[in-house]
């Protein structure tokens, strides 16, 4: 019995664990490239790619070399009458072609979607009493997140050819980068040319991905110099009067040191020559200024500046760089180059480890170091002691209900005073399961001085243990470092301690849906499931006014462990949802007869597990137990967001839309039940 019970708690780990949603996550920019002092004490906005996975949709310009196994759709690039680095994709329409257009309303109208960060006053608040020690903390209150859809490009384009074979005196990049490089492809984002911003066909080649390997290949010196040359932009960019009034971006920057580190000596990057170097580097940008030509590094025949007109005015961007020449000793000295040695000493609760390893499982974020285009995953999160103690009781409590309502129609004084007793203990243990959970256990993290936050995460997913001592960087070797240290182990212990205080357990919003579930189904107690309800969605819309992560978002808390219909355990819910789960059965069956043989189809059905959000599980209990309370025309309390369309072949098939899909499941199960 106990290894039977052990054999259900471990599928039902794995059946409560999301599948990954649709989208892949790519960071890149400097703030995932540079180690983490610089990139804190220069923000600037976060960029993060979506990447389809699975691609439904890739580009290229030859159909036929790809793989007959893909059965998405092609796109075919075309560069005819477009400018250099840019292209249009063109579709098939059955006889006909089209251009494809990304629907900007997926990112708020449009190409990217900039949105903040962190909305925490606690946060505010700490970072105000840190600024004395870091000033340019100041904009991390102020953190914002660029999202950009983009489609893979798997094939190196014929455009940037001669970035693969041109000649390279300084070994720099070596021929397995190139080749690691070349191998990846690129991606495409929806954005058109500076001289045409109105034409929604374009699309702009993206080397975002490239361009995080060649960075972090770079060594110690050139990492320091590219940060102190960002300093002196967002300097030159604030005498502007902001980003709105100046050409200058941070990407230029970032092409000037590729060709560099391309173009010049490995003796040119000595320690001893730092402010040379970036001297030489700020010389060739005001060239590039005043020549109004600054080659892209991967298209060297795309000039970025052949937008700007011949009469165009740079003499107040070149004005200010020369003046910034003159201030690079003093702005060397007042940010020193970040050295290895000093740890920052953080505590995370289990409770906040948890919250991020489910928050990492749910979404696909790309791992940049992956050629496969992987992502960081959480080596057996089903099996883990964290998640197994978190949900001990919460799965004993469902193992109790499926008992309870298989036994529904037996009577006797014995076998009521079972089911009494199997209620109490699953009431006990769903009351346990929903209680928050005093922070016990801890693990002392200790954050190295030059990893970047992308390295740190290669480091702590899927490192040595050994390795897990060395994260990120936060630690200079000057005689004011030990303020600095301690103001900003300050602020990241403020982030994880917000973590936990404003966080319920991470099975809270899990549990309480079956707790409601099992008010409603098993003892039909409508008051009560409708409760559990009502506080369950108060925290949570709390939870979304306190930290606004953009990263995550709702799918932080709605999406982390989910509900789950199978055939085992169909019978805990109500007549409708069962015949959903019957009809998404027999869908699933039809679409893919024809890849399974019949043996392993049977099986596979057997199987089959259909996920749902519990936050919109509990808004389906409300609706049902008020409905139970106040009988009303069948469907009239089904809410408009809860009308979904669903792409059977997508959402059946594994590359889940989950919130979509479980809108269709209970508002299809509203539906059909009021009209048993």
């Known amino acids: 019995m106990d290894s039977q019970r052990s ?95 990304w629907n900007r309303e997926h990112l708020n109208n449009g190409p990217s979607a900039r949105k903040s960060i962190l909305t925490s006053k606690k946060i505010s608040n700490i970072i105000c009493a840190l600024l004395n020690y870091i000033p340019n903390l100041k904009a991390f209150s102020e953190l914002t997140v660029d999202h950009v ?18 000649k390279r005196n300084s070994g720099w990049p070596t021929r397995d980068m190139i080749d690691k490089v070349v191998h990846g492809g690129c991606h495409l984002v929806p954005k ?34 590219y940060h102190i040359l960002r300093l002196l932009k967002s ?45 030489q580097v700020l010389q060739r940008m005001i060239e590039c200024f005043t020549d109004k030509c600054c080659p892209n590094y991967f298209i060297r025949d795309n000039n970025m500046f052949d937008y700007l007109k011949s009469d165009f005015d740079v003499s107040v961007e070149v004005a200010l760089l020369n003046a910034s020449r003159l201030d690079i000793p003093k702005v060397v000295a007042r940010h020193p180059k970040v050295y290895r040695g000093k740890m920052l000493h953080i505590r995370v609760s289990d409770k906040s480890l948890l919250l991020c390893q489910l928050a990492i499982n749910r979404r696909f974020f790309v791992n940049p170091f992956d050629q496969t285009r992987g992502r960081y995953t959480v080596k057996d999160l089903a099996s883990s002691g964290l998640l197994r103690r978190e949900v001990a009781y919460l799965l004993r409590a469902v193992q109790l209900h499926r008992l309870l309502m298989s036994d529904l129609s037996s009577s006797g004084g014995q076998i009521c005073e079972k089911r009494k007793s199997y209620e109490t203990e699953a009431l006990g243990c769903f009351h346990k399961s929903c209680e928050r959970k005093e922070n016990s256990n801890y693990t002392d993290v200790f954050i190295s001085s030059l990893d970047s936050l992308s390295s740190m995460s290669n480091k702590f997913l899927n490192g040595k243990p050994s390795e897990h001592s060395q994260r990120i960087c936060c630690s200079r070797i000057v005689d004011e470092g030990k303020s600095t240290k301690e103001a900003m182990e300050a602020l990241c212990q403020t982030l994880v301690s917000i973590l936990d205080e404003n966080h319920h357990n991470p099975s809270y919003f899990i ?166």
């Open 7 to 101: 054999d259900d708690s471990d599928n039902l780990c794995r059946h409560i664990l999301p599948r990954t949603c649709t989208l892949g996550m790519l960071f890149c920019g400097s703030f995932y490239e540079l180690p983490v002092e610089y990139a804190m004490l220069n923000l600037t906005d976060l960029d993060t790619m979506f990447i389809e996975r699975r691609p439904k949709r890739i580009a290229t310009t030859n159909a036929r070399v790809i793989s007959k196994s893909f059965d998405g759709e092609i796109l075919i690039i075309e560069s005819k009458n477009c400018h250099m680095g840019f292209a249009r994709l063109l579709r098939r329409r059955g006889e006909n072609t089209e251009y494809f257009v």
């Open 149 to 166: 859809f983009s489609v893979v490009c798997p094939d190196w384009p014929s455009e940037a050819d001669e970035w693969r074979t041109r």
């Open 192 to 225: 058109s040319h500076e001289s045409n911003p109105d034409d929604d066909t374009c699309w702009r080649y993206s080397f975002s991905h490239s361009e995080f390997i060649l960075l972090y290949s770079w060594n110690e010196v050139q990492k320091y110099i």
């Open 235 to 279: 300097d030159v960019v604030e005498k502007c009067g902001g980003e709105e009034n100046t050409f200058l971006c941070t990407y230029y920057i970032k092409t000037l040191m590729m060709w560099a580190c391309e173009e010049k000596p490995p003796s040119f990057w000595s320690g001893d020559r730092i402010e040379e170097a970036i001297d």
């Open 511 to 676: 549990t309480a849906a079956y707790y409601a579930n099992f008010y409603y189904t098993c003892l039909k107690e409508y008051d009560l499931a409708l409760k559990i309800c009502a506080k369950a969605l108060i925290c949570f819309s709390e939870l979304q006014n306190v930290v606004s992560l953009s990263t995550f978002e709702e799918a932080f808390t709605n999406e982390m462990l989910c509900m789950f219909i199978n055939s085992q355990y169909a019978g805990i819910y109500d007549a409708g949802i069962e015949v959903v789960f019957g009809f998404l059965t027999l869908c699933v069956a039809t679409i893919f007869s024809k890849e399974k043989s019949s043996s392993d189809r049977n099986l596979f059905l057997h199987d089959l597990v259909f996920q749902m959000c519990p936050v919109e599980f509990l808004k389906y209990i409300q609706i049902r137990c008020r409905n139970k309370l106040q009988p009303i025309e069948s469907g009239r309390h089904i809410e408009k967001n809860l009308f979904h369309k669903i792409d059977l072949k997508r959402d059946l098939g594994g590359n889940t839309d989950l919130k979509n899909l479980s809108n269709f499941i209970l508002s299809a199960a509203i539906i059909i039940d009021s009209n048993l």
